[in-house]
């Protein structure tokens, strides 16, 4: 008989194991996925995780991953903050589209006029417009004691329509014939989120990632409100006890994670995306959540898990072309990441027991 028995305590190298443990389990049944499709396994999983690094375009693949992998840090940062604390936000995406449309309007309310002040308010209003959506599942929250992962999952699909409202009607570009979205960001001098150098991918998207990793870092392991958010994750009763106010915690971590995932709408919109349309949002919101958890939560860790999903977006869309693995498959790869990162890390917890059933 086997049977799962809960560990004294949990795992401490299990939980640095699993990240590991998933990944190469996502290699093997991933390979199996592209064998059944009728790829070979071994030279579909090297053009995505080689091609790009070590490959004949390395040179323009690799600026790429900075550009990918920046808007699924700063989202992930913001949600792990709330999921250490046992508050999930599982509604970035609405969130990141939200701070994509409030920030592109200030741009584009100003147009064309050029004026360097133009930008920074574009980050402010991007910002606020994530912590606005963010605001709504953390106030019924707390008031009502509604549940934040449907309300905030729901919020998604209001996004959406906001967005398709918006590139159909007010941020329709009046110069662009009829076609639906607005004007090319790119093209706006004062509102570009341009590269900081040019060709390396380093915009300013990037920056404001890695002060969020520096902040969520400094926060956890320096600060008085990092120490309410881990003790309230995993002893609610003795961070009652130690005065921590969840309400007031609600706010701070479901804002936090919103202003987050609204500023990386804003610095996608302004630069790589470089419009606002109906098809904007390309499920980084939801990416992020599989980044937070294959990062371990950990800042640090968010940072590699960023990078190594940006691999796979780059990496997904070479064998799209070269290889003509179907767009489907590529998400189902990802997928089994976090797939595989859940279920083996049931084993922190628990581990397996072996023996002979017990006689009735």
């Known amino acids: 008989m086997i049977a799962l028995e809960k560990r004294p305590e949990p795992s401490r190298a299990f939980s640095y194991l699993t990240p590991v443990l998933a990944v190469i389990a996502t290699f093997f049944f991933g390979g199996l996925l592209f064998a059944a499709l009728g790829k070979d396994p071994v030279t579909s999983i090297l053009t995505i995780f080689w091609e790009p690094l070590f ?86 929250k707390v008031k009502f004691g509604t549940n934040e992962i449907l309300v905030s999952l729901m919020l998604v699909y209001v996004a959406e329509q906001f967005l398709a409202s918006m590139s159909l009607g007010l941020l329709k570009n009046p110069e662009g014939f009829g076609f639906p979205g607005s004007r090319n960001l790119q093209q706006y001098a004062s509102a570009h989120n341009a590269e900081i150098i040019a060709g390396s991918g380093m915009h300013w998207g990037v920056v404001a ?15 008085r409100l990092g120490f309410a958010v881990r003790v309230t ?35 996608e919109v302004s630069g790589p995306a470089g419009q606002v349309s109906i098809d904007f949002n390309v499920g980084y919101g939801f990416t992020a959540i599989i980044v937070a958890f294959l990062g371990r ?64």
């Open 55 to 140: 490959g004949e375009f390395s040179f323009y693949y690799r600026p790429q991953l900075l550009i990918k992998g920046a808007p699924l840090v700063l989202i992930a940062i913001g949600l792990s903050l709330g999921f250490k604390a046992g508050i999930w936000n599982i509604g970035a995406e609405g969130q990141y589209i939200m701070g994509a449309l409030f920030g592109a309007g200030a741009g584009l309310a100003f147009y064309p006029t050029e004026n360097v002040l133009i930008f920074p308010f574009m980050v402010l209003a991007g910002a606020f417009g994530g912590w606005l959506w963010a605001m709504i599942p953390a106030f019924l």
């Open 209 to 223: 990632a890695l002060i969020a990793v520096i902040f969520a870092y400094v926060l956890l392991a320096r600060h």
């Open 233 to 267: 994750g995993e002893a609610p009763r003795a961070a009652r006890f130690a005065g921590v106010n969840p309400n007031r915690l609600i706010l701070f971590c479901l804002g936090t994670s919103g202003l987050l995932a609204g500023l990386a709408g804003l610095f």
């Open 297 to 360: 939560l950990h800042p640090i860790g968010i940072v590699l898990a960023g990078l190594l999903m940006a691999l796979t977006y780059i990496g997904g869309d070479i064998a799209q072309s070269q290889l003509g693995l179907p767009a489907a498959a590529i998400q189902v790869f990802q997928g089994m990441l976090l797939f595989f990162l859940l279920a083996l890390d049931m084993f922190t917890n628990y581990r397996l027991r072996f023996g002979r059933s017990e006689a009735a």
